[in-house]
């Protein structure tokens, strides 16, 4: 009677993972890891990113200070920093005589990047994500993509992202700001060519309203209005 109550139980429960074999295994080696359904992996990955963006400006266990326009303090771990972009610890390298190198417990970060910018660097370094739906204006935008470039290769990526949110985003209403702040990086030529040729291809628009174009330095304006001078002298 005993087995019988176990055995109706048992048909309410779900049948078990299936188990994973490696390939040429024999049975005597037969992994019993269980397989972890798509679902399954994909939060624990989402965890796991949460676990290490904790860690994003906190001193626990941190062992370097990311020193941004001499004021700001922004604990980091040297080991995380090393596998994701080593390109920042070279920033604070010391080189010895003997050809071996050492880092220093603070860094000075260049003076064109900002505190809201790096720590949205350290971020996606510690996590690999941008969030999503993070809406970024102009000045924060064009800063990351910026900031990315200085770092490269290994924010190449993350400065990917942010273009394609650039591109997604502008429009008649913010094209004025993206121009007064991608002419303040002349390193950044392939998204201020896009930027400026979203505006000459979108004249009408562009001209449309006088309050941007007031806003905007003449130089900026020239720059769009002149190809249609030209487009007008060809025909």
């Not at 994909?42 to 062992?63: C, H, R, Y």
């Not at 860094?107 to 809201?116: A, F, N, R, T």
């Amino acid at each position: 009677a005993s087995d019988l109550s176990v055995m109706e139980e048992d048909k309410d429960l779900e049948d078990p993972p299936k188990r994973s074999v490696s390939p040429g295994a024999t049975k005597k080696s037969v992994s019993f890891l269980l397989v972890p359904k798509s679902n399954e992996f994909q939060t624990s990955m989402k965890e796991f990113s949460v676990s290490f963006g904790n860690l994003v400006n906190s001193p626990q266990f941190a062992d370097i200070d990311f020193i941004i326009k001499e004021d700001l303090h922004i604990p980091a771990h040297s080991c995380i920093i090393s596998i994701r972009c080593p390109e920042l610890l070279s920033m604070g390298v010391i080189k010895k005589r003997n050809g071996t190198t050492i880092p220093v417990s603070q860094i000075k970060v260049l003076d064109s990047i900002g505190g809201g910018t790096f720590l949205e660097i350290l971020r996606f370094i510690y996590t690999g994500y941008l969030e999503e739906n993070k809406m970024m204006g102009p000045p924060s935008a064009i800063a990351l993509i910026h900031a990315t470039s200085c770092f490269s290769p290994s924010l190449n990526y993350l400065q990917w992202i942010t273009e394609q949110r650039v591109q997604k985003q502008l429009d008649s209403k913010n094209i004025y700001s993206y121009l007064k702040e991608v002419s303040k990086f002349p390193d950044l030529r392939t998204v201020r060519n896009f930027i400026m040729g979203w505006a000459v291809n979108n004249y009408a628009t562009f001209v449309a309203d006088k309050e941007g174009i007031q806003d905007l330095r003449m130089d900026l304006f020239q720059e769009v209005h002149l190809p249609q001078i030209f487009n007008l002298n060809s025909t």
